[in-house]
């Protein structure tokens, strides 16, 4: 090989490595509560972190979906056609129970273990973990109809993989899906115009057109249509009891920016068979338990994708040489990481006390189910929003090696953005906390609550906090500064998960630049001072 070929001075590849060694993400499993899911965590996060995972995630994002409306012989059958990396990707996060099975699992815990996989496994490949992530949320929704959720939810529940249209009581575990929005309506979901008609016998007939149906290989769906009696909710099964298809045109496929390696559709029903879930009228009330469960796994994503992205930074910075010594010991690339870190760390936090809460409301703690009702969608606001901040800053660590497909962090940074828009952008996560600030006092003081934990331990954290009470105090209408609103409810309560659990230099870092206002515009702008050493090498995975 010609000297002119001879490679120096680029990093190894990040391989061979535990995921799941992070001390933050530890630290917040056994604090909410599933300390006892450890041993299993680091099993999957020594699989994430092998050669073998990384070549799925890239061949399921690079050999895209195909779709299959007919077969050879003419007949209709809607099929969406995955590579067998993906498959993969699919069978190790069910049967690592990442979909339905926390609502088997009567241990305290379960869902905080199951977030904290996801998180894990998430870093691999994040579109594979869509329909995982509506078939964990149908469960509580489904439940709305007690015939129903006793035929599918021990499928629903069980942590095999079966891909593949069938009727579903022949399977040994069933995916689910959900279809809400419309062409003509988006987020505003009663603008829907898909009609349901009962059929007499029990069941309703579907006719309408769905715009953005992602996972339809998924064997039911949650969908939102018009019945007499108003907007309600129905579950649509693929495959009839009797083994027939139901009619689900699958008219395309949308061509994303990223999220590439799922498949997201625009079904058209036409006399398609459906039960109702819930009481007629009362679908977007009966559906919000489903969209509830998938926004936490938005900030849960999004905080997994941060993680990654930093990761990768801090991995290049240890082994890149630069102006005469290595690169993470440049006094500006070390404020970046830090600041990365921090950023980092105040979403892990958060996203896994909002999976406690979660967990202790499900179990029939009412101050924690009111808390979590509001704080989850506080955190799908800002966490989401924060994600493609933080993977655009970590790919420029990179430099043009990040910005090239093999480094992984393109593909990371198209997918940043999906989060804060999935079932709900930023204004309508907005809106949405006024309207809970509104309705439900208990979920306020529940806040209220948790945030003033810490009161008394940092100045600035208690400045921030008096800030907010004044400006959620103001009697005016608040919706024109909603997102100043969510944006400090997330900070105070990011501010007081690390002032009490995080080491002091997370906290006071995170205290001093997102509270305290010593902070600039872009990242690495971390005051003089900051123990940047001591955040790069928490954040290092060991």
Known sequence: MPLTHEVVNQPPPLAGHDLAADAALLEGLAREGAGWAAEDLHRLGKLGGQPEAQRWAEDANRYEPRLLTHDRYGHRVDEV???????????????????????????????????????????????????????YAVVPALRNAPELAAAYEPLLTARVYDPGLRTPAAKRGLLAGMGMTEKQGGSDVRANSTTAAPAGDG???????????????????????????????????????????????????????????????????????????????????TIIEMVAMTRLDCVTGSAAGMRAALVQAVHHARHRAAFGGPLIGKPLMRNVLADLAVESEAATALAL??????????????GERAFSRLAIAVGKFWVCKRQPAVVGEALECLGGNGYVEES??????????????????????????????????????????????????????????????????????????????????ALVLQGSLLVRHAPAAVADAFCASRLGGDWGHSFGTLARGVDTAALIDRALPA
């Not at 689900?248 to 949308?254: C, E």
């Not at 029903?269 to 879930?277: G, M, R, S």
């Not at 979920?443 to 609550?449: I, K, Y």
């Open 81 to 135: 056609e995955f590579h067998p990396a993906w498959h993969n990707l699919m069978d190790v996060a069910v049967g690592a129970g990442l979909a339905g099975a926390p609502w088997a699992d009567g241990r305290a815990g379960a869902h905080v273990a199951r977030a904290a996989g996801t998180f894990v496994w998430s870093q691999v490949e994040a579109g594979h973990t869509c329909p995982v992530s509506m078939t």
């Open 203 to 285: 069941t309703y007939r579907l006719r309408g057109h769905k715009w953005f149906t992602s996972a339809p290989m998924c064997d039911l769906f949650l969908v939102l249509a018009q019945a007499p009696g108003g907007l309600s909710c129905f579950l649509v099964p693929r495959v009839l009891p009797d083994g027939a298809r139901n009619p689900f045109r699958i008219q395309r496929l949308k061509d994303k920016l990223g999220n590439r390696s799922n498949a997201s559709s625009e079904p058209e029903f036409d006399e398609t068979v459906a039960w109702l879930v819930g009481e007629e009228g009362r679908g977007v009330r």
């Open 353 to 366: 006390r909002l999976a406690g809460a979660v967990d202790r409301g499900v179990r029939g703690d009412a």
């Open 408 to 489: 992984g962090l393109p593909r990371l940074y198209r997918d940043a953005p999906l989060n804060s828009i999935w079932e709900g952008s930023g204004n309508v996560q907005a809106l949405d906390v006024l309207r809970a600030l509104r309705r439900d006092p208990a979920g306020l003081d529940a806040f209220r609550a948790e945030v003033g934990a810490a009161a008394g331990a940092d100045a600035r954290l208690d400045a921030a906090t008096a800030q907010l009470t004044a400006l959620l105090s103001d009697g005016d209408d608040l919706e024109s500064d909603a997102r100043r609103v969510v944006e400090r409810m």
